[in-house]
């Protein structure tokens, strides 16, 4: 097994996308379930944290090291096994989400979570149930995660295959491979009712799989997974239209998401299904113009939507889109469809480029990004995306506000431009996250927590629930040295 110590060489490791930046004295880079083991064996007898390390892309500080050891899965990416006739797929955890999503569409197949970000791990998806556009139908991560074997704290191992261990009032009891039995009490807060990755998945009649699934590297190393994967669809129709007023996209996205659930509900494959419906502000389409001259110039906003299409609904679907964006004002000489396959693709890369440009924009003026990760309940949203704007707008500073509307969930990235913007701009990020707990949302809707939203995670669901997670966790890993500052803070 690869072990690296020389500082200059573990640079990559100490940093993720969103500029954390941390420490550490050694990496690991084990090749299989069985070296993870011996590192965490190790490690325990020491009390070395641990920090498990996907491909470094996440947004939270959750995969940097603060201290101690990390554990790089990156040798373990092999996909093992891929099932076309009883649709699901073996891989380890190191396998690219891009190359995973290629090598199913050669096979016909897909696999529908799409963080905007492809160059992550499956692993990483999963310890964070990271989302993307297509989850507004397919739901997260989580949906897909069938079965995890998992490399506990202490070197024993578990395997967890969906439906098999079901919480009763309240506890959860596993049993590792070596005999042990474990008897976790959940704790007892309760979840909103959205998009969420913040803090452990709990209720009180949960499968044992869910509170892996997004616990950010605090309670075991995930080292080979089970997920369900799709037949393609038939065709997608996937466009982007822009609206002359905000209010007008808003009402758009409103009035598509409405009918999108009541034609689920349905079963109806003649009406308005959107797999995905994205938001773009004003501010978002002016940092994509100039790379895309098919932004309308007299656009407030634009919403890039996609359905799945059958050979029942190929002709109807465009129909009752165009007439729907008519309805809202839009201009439908204007509308943006992607005809072909490139014409997709570069739709694609249009709802991505948002994320890069805003990145680009800040690293080149040297700045700090303040980027909101809130989603509320969908009867709250528009007063609630009001208000967040407002906030901004008082105090004059720079943001492009999109995301994920069909799901109620909103990227709203502040710009300061000096030290005092970005105080301001701080306690701005607090107040909406205040209000979306105060709505009933949440604080992370799919980045997660990690440790640069740790307070936000405390403010949401208050320190009892803190402490629940903490003596769970404790049953799991005693000495804590898994994923530590991760979450929580814990002195010990
Ligand atoms: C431009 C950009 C856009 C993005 N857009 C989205 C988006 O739309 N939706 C979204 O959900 N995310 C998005 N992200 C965030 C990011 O891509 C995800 O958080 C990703 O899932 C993390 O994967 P990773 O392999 O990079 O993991 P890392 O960042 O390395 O680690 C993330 C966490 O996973 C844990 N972990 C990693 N592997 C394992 C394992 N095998 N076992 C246990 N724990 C493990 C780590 O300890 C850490 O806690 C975006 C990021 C960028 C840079």
């Known amino acids: 097994m690869i072990v690296k110590t020389i500082q200059d060489e573990i640079q990559n490791y100490l940093v993720d996308a969103s500029n ?10 084990p090749e299989s379930a069985e070296e993870v083991e011996q590192i965490l064996e190790i490690a ?15 947004l939270t500080g959750s995969g940097v090291p603060q201290t101690g ?13 891929i099932n076309t006739k009883e649709n699901y797929a073996m ?28 160059n992550c791990f499956l692993g990483g998806t999963i310890a964070t149930n990271a989302s993307g556009a297509k989850t507004f139908k397919y739901g997260a991560t989580r949906n897909f995660v069938q079965e995890l074997e998992i490399v506990l704290a202490d070197g024993d191992k578990l395997l967890l295959k969906r439906g098999e261990v079901i919480a009763e009032k309240g506890v959860l009891s596993l049993s590792a491979e070596n005999g042990n039995h474990l008897s976790l009490q959940l704790p007892n807060y309760k979840m909103p009712k959205v998009k969420n990755a913040s803090g452990y998945f709990v209720n009180e009649t949960m499968d044992a799989i869910d509170l892996f699934i997004g616990s950010e590297g605090t309670l075991g190393v995930i080292t080979k997974v089970k997920l369900k994967i799709l037949p393609l669809p038939f065709d997608v129709l996937s466009c982007v239209a822009f609206f002359p007023e905000e209010k007008e996209g808003l009402a758009f996205i409103e009035e598509a998401r409405r009918l999108s659930y009541s034609s689920r509900s349905s079963n109806s494959l003649e009406s308005i299904d959107a797999r995905a419906l994205e938001f773009f502000d004003l501010h978002s389409l002016n940092f994509l113009r100039t790379d895309y001259p098919q932004v309308d110039e007299k656009a407030a906003c634009a919403v890039w939507f996609e359905q799945e ?15 729907l964006i008519m309805k809202h004002s839009g201009d439908v000489e204007k509308v943006w469809i992607g005809v072909d396959e490139k014409d997709k693709t570069l739709l694609h890369e249009f709802r991505h480029a948002i994320s890069s440009k805003v990145n680009e924009y800040i690293s080149r003026n040297n700045l700090r990004k303040l980027g909101t990760d809130v989603a509320v309940p969908d009867e709250m949203f528009l007063d609630y995306y009001f208000y967040c704007k407002s906030l901004v707008e008082k105090e004059s500073l720079d943001y492009v506000a999109y995301g994920h509307f069909g799901n109620s969930h909103l990227h709203l990235n502040i710009l300061p431009r000096n030290e005092d913007e970005f105080q301001k701009g701080k306690t701005i990020y607090k107040m909406i996250c205040q209000k979306a707990v105060e709505l009933g949302g949440t604080v992370s809707a799919e980045h997660g927590i990690g440790k640069s939203k740790r307070e936000y995670l405390l403010m949401m669901y208050g320190e009892e629930a803190i402490n629940e997670m903490i003596a769970l966790k404790k049953v799991l890993d005693p000495k804590m040295i898994l994923g530590s500052g991760n979450l929580f803070e814990t002195s010990t």
């Open 20 to 29: 954390f930046r941390g420490n550490c004295d050694a990496v690991y880079l």
């Open 44 to 58: 325990i007898a020491s009390k070395i944290k641990v920090t498990i390390a996907g491909n470094h892309t996440g």
């Open 69 to 81: 050891i990390v554990l790089s899965t990156e040798k373990m990416n092999r996909i093992l096994e």
């Open 91 to 118: 891989v380890e955890p190191a396998v690219l989400l891009k190359d995973f999503q290629n090598e199913l569409k050669q096979l016909g197949f897909f696999y529908p979570p799409d963080p905007t970000e492809t």
């Open 309 to 323: 299409l059958t050979t029942q609904n190929e002709d109807t679907a465009a129909e009752l889109w165009l007439e």
